[in-house]
């Protein structure tokens, strides 16, 4: 039986919330990684994964995230509390805090309602609310818009 296993490590914007099934943490690195269903949350947002890694400064403030999916279940980025259901799925995902952007790589897609974007490396700016999106050798960037008021899937 593995146990639940919950920490709260705070940052510029507030406490993150993170439970996981397994913790570690490596204070001379200033770094804690989880393990296994791992869902953070913090203030609008919720990172799911099945490893994350989290990176602080001197004051305990988280700077940087990495989260990593398995072949089942992708790394997510959910944000809450919008008109619209925005996520953001990769097979990693690397959140810069103080720069409040969120980067996705390895079969990527950002939804919002029911628009899509597919490609393989996606970068969100939270802040200005802006999407970058890169192709790999293979497959390009695909977009996928409904106008808004028609019909939709």
Not at 53 to 68: D, L, P, Q, T
Not at 69 to 95: I, K, M, V, W
């Amino acid at each position: 039986m593995l146990a639940l296993v919950s920490a709260t490590a705070e940052t510029t914007n507030g406490a993150w919330n993170v439970q996981s099934d397994t913790y570690e943490i490596l204070l001379d690195e200033r770094q804690v990684t989880y393990v296994g269903n791992v869902i953070a949350e913090q203030g609008t947002y919720r990172i799911k994964a099945d490893r994350l890694r989290a990176f602080f400064n001197e004051r305990n403030e988280v700077i940087r995230m990495e989260a990593h999916g398995t072949r089942s279940a992708q790394a997510q980025l959910e944000s809450l509390n919008q008109p619209e259901e925005t996520r953001l799925h990769g097979d990693s995902l690397f959140y810069n805090l103080p720069d409040a952007r969120v980067t996705a790589r390895g079969n990527t897609q950002f939804v919002r309602g029911h628009d899509t974007m597919n490609a393989h490396e996606l970068t969100y700016n939270l802040n200005e609310e802006r999407v970058v999106a890169n192709r790999n050798a293979t497959e390009r960037v695909r977009v996928v818009l409904f106008p808004e008021g028609s019909r939709t899937p």
